[in-house]
């Protein structure tokens, strides 16, 4: 399974872009990448997710290298409502059905 | 339209009381079916996931244990509770063979005194 690196934690402003970035080097040939939020006491919410190249969806974009180990989540124009835990998730490749997640990025958008 | 819920919401319970927790989806058939544990400030770990009725593979050895005794029904239990099993459990499941995306219940939290 591949394992997933983020950083911790992150600070921002309100209407900046914010760019989180995820790492996978063990990647599976036929993984995908999918980013979710979690608010405090509740479970994680999907954000958006991708293959290769670029997604975008109405909340965020997905910029993946073509070597897909590492993946970038981007929110435009941040509101103090993104203040969040943010998590990538690489997997659906295996038929074990496991799904592990890494440690997440707790966002802070301060006004 | 599918949907999961887990309940209790919200439950205290002495140490070396027994518990269960259930979930259940809807609007789909032969989904995965995970168990997710929260401590508080920590990350999600995964405990339990299943892809079929009673298929249960477990992650962490613990004094937990999981069930699915329907298609759409997983049930996370515990014999004798332990302080440390306090934390936020989340069930969730996935389209079997799917792209890994996870749709999540509204958690249940779990308080051991």
């Known amino acids: 399974l591949a394992k997933t690196t983020q950083p911790i934690s992150m600070d921002s402003y309100e209407g900046q872009e914010v760019n989180i970035t995820c790492s996978h080097n063990?990647?599976?040939?036929?993984?995908?990448i999918t980013w979710y939020q979690q608010f405090p006491s509740q479970g994680p919410r999907f954000i958006i997710q991708g293959y290769k190249t670029k997604v975008t969806n109405e909340v965020a974009s997905l910029f993946i290298p073509a070597d897909r180990k590492s993946s970038t989540l981007s929110l435009p124009r941040v509101s103090l409502s993104d203040t969040a835990v943010y998590y990538c998730?690489?997997?659906?490749?295996?038929?074990?059905?496991?799904?592990?997640f890494g440690q997440g990025t707790t966002l802070q958008v301060k006004p | 339209s599918q949907t999961i819920h887990q309940w209790p919401a919200t439950l205290v319970q002495p140490v070396g009381s027994p518990l269960s927790l259930e979930c259940t989806v809807e609007?789909?058939?032969?989904?995965?079916l995970y168990w997710y544990r929260q401590a508080a400030g920590r990350g999600l770990q995964l405990l339990f996931y299943s892809v079929g009725i009673g298929q249960i593979s477990s992650e962490v050895p613990q004094n937990l244990s999981a069930s699915r005794p329907q298609d759409r029904q997983f049930i996370l239990s515990s014999k004798k509770l332990l302080l440390s099993d306090s934390g936020f459990y989340l069930c969730?499941?996935?389209?079997?063979?799917?792209?890994?995306?996870?749709?999540f219940g509204e958690g249940s939290r779990l308080t051991v005194l």
């Open positions: 969730a499941w996935s389209v079997d063979r799917g792209s890994g995306e996870l749709f």
């Open positions: 998730l690489v997997g659906g490749s295996s038929n074990t059905g496991k799904l592990i």
């Open positions: 063990n990647i599976a040939t036929n993984d995908y």
């Open positions: 609007g789909t058939s032969n989904p995965n």
